[in-house]
């Protein structure tokens, strides 16, 4: 399980407040400057820099969450120190693509973490992507 998700009690798997996960995962979380414990490394630029949380963000979070899920739950960014997030992120760099994880399914990744948030794709693309793929995966599986 990662940071964002939890089960409920019919098996499904929900995104969630990030508020739910703080006490379980403490270490995740780190106050910048705002008396505000965050959860730095699945936060969009514009969250970290300004505040402003909005649904773009919560896809940015998103595409974070299904980073975690191949990766069977390493915690994103663990290399960066959460004060130096902000500008990581402003220089460009995301995350690597997980080992064995396929092109398409870190391309939906990928374009979850667009610096614009206007550039995000809306939920409803990305539960599409992860439909289309998921049929493409029922041939092999």
């Known amino acids: 399980m990662t940071l964002m998700e939890i089960i409920d009690d019919t098996l499904q798997v929900k995104i969630t407040d990030n508020a739910l996960s703080r006490d379980l995962f403490p270490m995740d979380y780190h106050c910048l400057g705002d ?11 514009e969250s970290l820099v300004n505040n402003e949380f909005s649904s773009a963000g919560d896809v940015w979070a998103f595409g974070v969450t299904l980073w975690e899920l191949m990766t069977l739950g390493q915690t994103p960014y663990v290399d960066i120190d959460p004060f130096e997030m902000a500008a990581y992120l402003k220089d460009g760099y995301r995350i690597a693509q997980p080992i064995n ?9 990928a374009c979850c973490w ?9 939920f409803q693309q990305r539960v ?14």
């Not at 008396?35 to 630029?45: G, T």
């Not at 092109?103 to 939906?108: C, G, I, M, T």
């Not at 667009?114 to 809306?122: C, F, I, M, S, V």
């Not at 992860?130 to 599986?141: D, I, P, R, S």
Request: hydrophobic share 45%; net charge negative.
């Open 35 to 45: 008396n505000e414990n965050r959860p730095v490394r699945w936060m969009a630029l």
């Open 101 to 109: 994880c396929p092109d398409e399914l870190f391309a939906v990744m």
């Open 114 to 122: 667009a610096l614009d948030p206007e550039e995000r794709p809306k």
């Open 128 to 141: 599409q992507c992860l439909t289309e793929f998921h049929a493409a995966l029922g041939a092999y599986v």
